[in-house]
């Protein structure tokens, strides 16, 4: 049902870690590198345990701006499900994490989802550009989820 490919408007950027005798650190998104519309307004980390995979879900309006930096390595899911975009069905796999840091963001309208791969627990942090639930958690939230869904079209394998 899908074409696999990449998926227009997904940006994939590989994540550098700066490593010394304190540790390491990693500039997850800088300002400069990003266009306006994907700024980030939140930031969140959560831990997914190993074999363990978060959606798949989608927004209507807000972008997600996921760092996949270890530990452990995720294969991230994402089906472009925008009518009115060039790549509308196609699926694109991304590995990111401990061996691959990377950031990937996701526009509004991409259904994705993500599982832990590496048999560890592993971090992910996301610094989304819209509130979750708005202003003083007082909106809907901006969430269609497709992972309940026995007749889903939205398959991890």
């Known amino acids: 049902m899908f074409k696999t490919g990449k998926i227009e408007g997904v ?3 590989n994540l550098i870690k700066f490593i010394d005798e304190r540790g390491w650190l990693v500039e997850t998104f800088r300002q400069d590198e990003l266009e306006e519309q994907f700024f ?3 930031g969140y980390i959560s831990m997914t345990n190993a074999g363990v995979a978060r959606g798949p879900h989608e927004h209507v309006d807000q972008a997600d701006n996921f760092a996949f930096l270890g530990p452990s390595n995720f294969k991230v899911y994402l089906w472009d499900n925008r009518k009115s975009s060039p ?4 699926r694109q796999i991304v590995y990111a994490g401990e061996d691959a840091p990377k950031s990937v963001v996701i526009p509004a309208g991409v259904v994705h989802a993500y599982k832990n791969v590496g048999g560890k627990q592993g971090m992910v942090v996301n610094s989304p550009n ?3 639930a708005g202003t003083g958690k007082k909106d ?6 497709h992972e309940d869904d026995p007749n889903s079209i939205f398959k991890l394998d």
Do not use: C, H, S
Not at 87 to 90: A, I, K, L, N, P
Not at 140 to 145: A, M, N, Q, S
């Open 87 to 90: 790549t509308y069905m196609v």
């Open 40 to 42: 980030p307004v939140m």
């Open 130 to 132: 819209r509130l979750f």
């Open 140 to 145: 809907p939230v901006d969430e269609v989820r």
């Open 11 to 13: 940006i994939v950027k």
